[in-house]
Every structure is written in structure tokens, then in C-alpha cells.
């Protein structure tokens, strides 16, 4: 079946625009996370959904970051007023259920942001 | 503090032969999750191989193996029989008590010779 797709897959901006990242989860997957990678770093933790709710956004490292789910399925990333440290790869994952210990994530192929 | 700790950045190995990825963690928690992810230039994190700190038996699925050491605080990664398809990144990841998130550590390259 059809993976985690993400959109679009590489995304230039200048300094000081809005972007927004689309996430298409895997059809009837409860949890949604998404993750910031800088080149060369492991994925840093942005923000978690279960369904519509957004349970977790400890890892959004400014007010500049929104996310959203509001239907419990497709989410959107939105960065306003972008500088330049926002350049990286950002990467969504879902997951079928509510999150448990064993409970592995399937991960999109993520969008490259880079701020010019 | 928890952390995860890949202190090998570059690892390079014969095809066909047998690699040791090292992973060490350190965390309070009694209770928590160890992944391994595979990161191909696609850009995918692709899941290999899941252990839980309460399980007695390590982890093997496939040419994946897991070789935990919970007295250590290591889960180190074996490939046996390395194929060219290998060569990707690879990181160690872990779900600490009740977080619902996974933590990645900094990742190890690996190149498989031919």
C-alpha cells in the first residue's frame, strides 16, 4: 500500500517568507509525528498528533513553527518568516496506533527546506 | 539526562562480511524501546529491527541483529553478509518511558566495499 508522502519534496525560500510542508500519513494511522534533520544529524522532535489532537509541540523551536491535523489525517508544517537555520530536512512519520512502547514509525522521504 | 551515543561517523566494510554498528544510551528510566533506522540517500529512514529493555532474548530479524547489553547501556547493531545495498546511514534510536517520540542519535555512515 501506499507509504507516508510528503510534499513538496524540496522547497526554496527567501529569508522572511511563509512555508508550509504537507504530510499524507498512512491511510487510517492514528499517530502522527513530525521531525527537523540537519545535514549530517540525526531527526530532531518537532511536534506529535494523535488523530486531530496535538498532544505534544515541546520540540518546535519557535513561535515562528505551527503545526496542524485538524481532520486526524493530512498535517501541515508551517514556518513563518523563515531564516536561514530553518534549512533542513523535514520528515514525518506515522504510526497505526496510539504510541506504545513498541510502536516503530513509518517515515516519509521528507521535504528540503533551504532558506536563501 | 537521556541521550544516545553513535560514536562511530564513518564505518567502511567488505561485502559479504559481518559489521558491528555501535550504539550506547543513557537514561534513569527502567522501562523504554531501542530502534535502528536505516537512512538510504533517498532520504527514507527505512525500521530494521526493535528491542524492549525488558526483553531477555536480542532482537534478530533477517540479516539484522541486536546485540543488547542492558548492565552497559548498549545495543549495538550487527548486519551479517553485507550487501552494496547496505551502504546507507544508520541510526540508533530509543522511546524513554512513557515519551511517545523516538530520540535519534547522530548516526554512523556505512560504506560496503565491493
Known amino acids: 500500500g501506499a507509504g507516508v508522502s510528503q510534499s513538496p519534496r524540496y522547497k526554496v525560500a527567501k529569508r522572511g517568507q511563509d512555508v508550509a510542508l504537507r504530510c499524507d500519513p498512512i491511510s487510517g494511522h492514528v499517530s502522527l509525528f513530525w521531525y527537523q534533520q540537519a545535514l549530517g544529524q540525526g531527526p530532531e522532535f518537532l511536534t506529535y498528533f494523535q488523530n486531530e489532537a496535538q498532544l505534544d509541540k515541546s520540540g518546535l523551536p519557535s513561535d515562528r513553527f505551527f503545526a496542524e491535523r485538524p481532520e486526524g489525517s493530512v498535517s501541515t508544517l508551517k514556518i513563518q518568516r523563515t531564516q536561514q537555520e530553518d534549512s533542513a530536512v523535514y520528515l514525518c512519520?506515522?504510526?497505526?496506533?496510539?504510541?506504545?512502547?513498541?510502536?516503530?514509525?513509518?517515515f516519509g522521504n521528507g521535504t528540503r527546506l533551504t532558506v536563501t | 539526562a537521556q541521550k544516545i551515543t553513535q560514536t562511530q561517523p564513518g564505518m567502511f566494510v567488505q561485502e559479504k562480511e559481518a559489521v558491528t554498528l555501535d550504539c550506547t544510551y543513557d537514561t534513569s528510566d527502567q522501562s523504554y524501546g531501542l530502534f535502528w533506522y536505516k537512512q538510504p540517500s533517498s532520504g527514507e529512514m527505512i525500521f530494521l529491527i526493535y528491542q524492549g529493555s525488558y526483553d531477555e532474548q536480542n532482537a534478530t530479524e533477517g540479516r539484522y541483529s541486536l546485540n543488547f547489553q542492558k548492565a552497559r547501556k548498549s545495543a549495538n547493531l550487527v548486519i551479517s553478509a553485507s550487501q552494496l545495498g547496505d551502504s546507507a546511514m544508520y541510526f540508533c534510536?530509543?522511546?524513554?518511558?512513557?515519551?511517545?517520540?523516538?530520540?535519534f542519535g547522530s548516526g554512523t555512515q556505512l560504506t560496503v566495499l565491493p
Open positions: 512519520a506515522s504510526s497505526p496506533r496510539r504510541i506504545t512502547g513498541y510502536s516503530p514509525l513509518h
Open positions: 534510536a530509543m522511546r524513554f518511558g512513557s515519551a511517545r517520540q523516538l530520540t
